[in-house]
């Protein structure tokens, strides 16, 4: 664990293959991106006040399953400068700010549903 908090190993431009346990977990993280993709994609399909923000996560969920199956191919076969544990450092990063404005956008539903309702409130008194 100790190895994990050194720069050596984040930064070496030849580092060694993944441990299988990470690996394999590595594996997991893309096949549960994958699926939930698959879920999100059947999902997206109906209308409705939270498609867009089906679409959003099947964005997230597909883009960072092939991102994240490009880094496991480098790693696995050990690409000297593409399998450096910077990369994955830098995905973890970008993965952390696009969720962070998916968040910020599902704040705003239940205000476009109130406003939907009242939309629907105003209407319903006009010819």
Same mark, same amino acid.
């Given at each position: 664990m100790? @190895?994990?908090l050194?720069?050596?190993?984040?930064f070496?431009?030849r580092?060694?293959?993944?441990?299988?346990?990470?690996q394999?977990?590595?594996i997991?993280?893309l096949i549960?991106?994958?699926?939930?993709a698959?879920?999100l994609a059947?999902?997206?399909?109906?209308g409705?006040l939270?498609?867009?923000?089906?679409k959003r996560?099947? @964005?997230?969920?597909?883009? @960072?399953?092939?991102?994240?199956?490009i880094?496991?191919?480098? @790693?696995?076969?050990?690409?000297?400068?593409f399998?450096a544990?910077?990369?994955?450092?830098?995905?973890?990063?970008?993965?952390?700010?696009?969720?962070?404005?998916?968040i910020?956008?599902?704040?705003t539903?239940?205000?476009?549903k109130?406003q939907?309702?009242h939309?629907?409130e105003?209407?319903?008194?006009?010819?």
């Open positions: 100790t @190895n994990l050194t720069w050596r190993y984040w070496t431009l580092p060694e293959a993944l441990s299988p346990i990470a394999k977990g590595f997991f993280l549960l991106f994958a699926a939930l698959i879920i059947l999902a997206k399909r109906r409705g939270y498609r867009g923000l089906f996560l099947y @964005n997230f969920f597909i883009s @960072n399953a092939v991102i994240g199956l880094i496991l191919f480098f @790693n696995y076969e050990v690409v000297p400068f399998s544990r910077f990369w994955i450092a830098i995905w973890a990063i970008v993965m952390l700010v696009w969720l962070a404005f998916i910020k956008k599902i704040k539903i239940p205000l476009q109130k939907k309702e939309e629907q105003f209407k319903k008194y006009l010819p």
